[in-house]
């Protein structure tokens, strides 16, 4: 995979892409590149759209608030979608966003709600999570946008889970402190991970998950994490040892 390019400008854009081609953005993002980060014509700038790779583009405006992008060469070829699947109970708004930006930002593949017993924000913004999905991926060199899927209750999802996907339970009640020596028991395949709400699992849905037979339960050390923290430790955990860092 080429290197990537940290500075040159990158966006993202919501129409196919390919060599000579002219794509003419949205006002509002025209206007930011013009008149916010005062873009002249003629200035690169990096161009995904989660389909067809990464393409260096060349600006064109029309006006203070209208331009195009004339496409050049693809910097970047499209890699496989991510498929680490993760799953969280919602949270409030500003602790939403940035559990979102950096599950994108750890190689989550599909973002899926869960509501729980202990689940205290229900009602969420597909909207503002898109917005921090496209954020996250456009600063971070990211060419696969996640998915995101609509919240669930936790034993709907668990009625219809795809047996072949390992999922992975971030469970505060473990009465261990270290999480690898479950992970390095288990073998390369579709993973997911659960993390649960700021009350934590109710010993209803432990049990249920733990005598489903593709659970693996594990801890996350001896302190007690946020809900946003837990996210990103069980993240980096995971993909070291049996994702895609390896």
Known sequence: MPRYDFITKRIYVDAPLAGMAEVVLERKRASYLLNVLRFRPGDKVLVFNGRDGEWLAEIVASGRKDALLKIGEQTRPQPQPCALVYMFAPLKITRLDYMVQKAVEMGAGVLQPVITEFTQFSRLNPERIRSNIIEASEQCGILSIPEYSQPAK?????????????????????????????????????????????????????????SKSYVTAIPLGPRVLRADTAAVAALAIIQATIGDWE
């Open 154 to 210: 936790l034993d709907v999802i668990l009625q219809n889970w795809p047996k072949e996907t390992r999922l992975i339970f971030c469970d505060e009640g473990e009465e261990s402190q270290n999480p690898l020596q479950f992970l390095k028991e288990l073998r390369p395949g579709p993973l997911a991970v659960l993390i649960g709400p700021e009350g934590g699992f109710s010993e209803t849905e432990r049990e249920l998950l733990r």
